[in-house]
């Protein structure tokens, strides 16, 4: 028999693909594809617009460094409690390597960086939350470095904006996780008290404890277009309640359409948006003196 090996040596390497598969397969690196509208986009042009698609205007999720970056006046942040850093309480297996990697892939410490810096002018304190370290959930250094936000807050009456987003509670510290939502709560609580503005931002996603707590205490609470908003996941919500629950349940939208959030703001606005609020709220320009 003669062997057919070898037969199609020579061939070209490469094949025509439809642009769907395109779509499909975009390769990791220089190019992203859109979540909503599946189209391919240059990381370096979405960076510049903002994580904005170009095409449908879908709101990419941003790091903590990319946010400030697009928040803060030039960028600009004094970090505080950069030095507290996670422990594992409980012995969890594979915590540690995990909290390791994360440090590694995001150059961040933790899901957080809290410190001062100024918006359109006008002095805040502020926290940037980084859904790519461990989903953002709230262990105990999340939860202290935003209590001592507010605590700080308070002390010096200065307005808050936190910038949420959690896959939720962080499982490996256990009962430690759980009451963050307790102590960041309690603080929000005190700072409300000396009638002190915290603003809360919900970008997508922000969910279970990080919502039920700091997230959903703002006193004026935006949320990014899209953005998923809520405490438990809708399989488990429709699986308890034996109901199928409405299209867009859980996004932004909803939320505000059912009272749960104040206002939309699109990334292009929210500095200026927040500008306003500050301003509306007695802040006091920097640069005015
Ligand atoms: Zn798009």
Not at 33 to 43: A, Q, V
Not at 77 to 98: A, N, Q, S
Request: aromatic share 8%; proline share 3%.
């Amino acid at each position: 028999m003669p062997s057919f090996k070898g037969i199609f040596q020579g061939k070209q390497k490469f094949v025509t693909v439809k642009a769907g598969r395109i779509r499909e397969e975009a390769p990791d690196g220089l190019w992203t594809k859109c979540e909503r509208c599946g189209g391919i986009l240059y990381k370096k042009e979405l960076t510049q617009n903002l994580g904005l698609c170009s095409d449908c205007g879908f709101h990419f999720r941003l790091s903590a460094r990319e946010r400030i970056a697009v928040t803060l006046d030039d960028g600009n942040i004094v970090e505080y409690d950069d030095e507290l850093l996670t422990v594992d309480p409980l012995g969890f297996p594979g915590y540690d390597i995990k909290v390791e990697g994360a440090k590694q892939t995001t150059g961040l410490e933790e899901a957080i960086i809290t410190g001062k810096g100024t918006i359109d002018g006008y002095p805040v304190l502020a926290g940037f939350m980084d859904f790519s370290f461990i989903g953002a959930s709230m262990g105990s250094v999340v939860g202290e470095k935003i209590t001592r936000l507010f605590e700080r807050a308070a002390r010096k009456r200065m307005p808050v904006v936190i910038f949420c987003a959690s896959g939720g509670a962080r499982m490996q510290e256990g009962m430690f996780s759980l009451m963050q939502m307790a102590k960041t709560a309690a603080a929000c609580a005190r700072l409300s008290g000396t009638r002190t503005l915290y603003i809360s931002v919900l970008t997508n996603p922000t969910t279970a404890g990080v919502f039920a707590s700091f997230g959903s205490l703002g006193d004026i609470i935006i949320a990014e277009p899209g953005a998923l908003i809520g405490f438990t996941g809708q399989r488990v919500i429709e699986e308890t309640i034996r109901q199928k629950l409405p299209p867009g349940f859980q996004t932004a939208e909803f939320a505000l359409e059912h009272g749960l959030i104040d206002m939309i703001v699109a990334r292009r606005d929210m500095r200026k948006t927040l500008g306003s609020l500050l301003s509306l709220h007695g802040g006091r320009r920097q640069d005015a003196g």
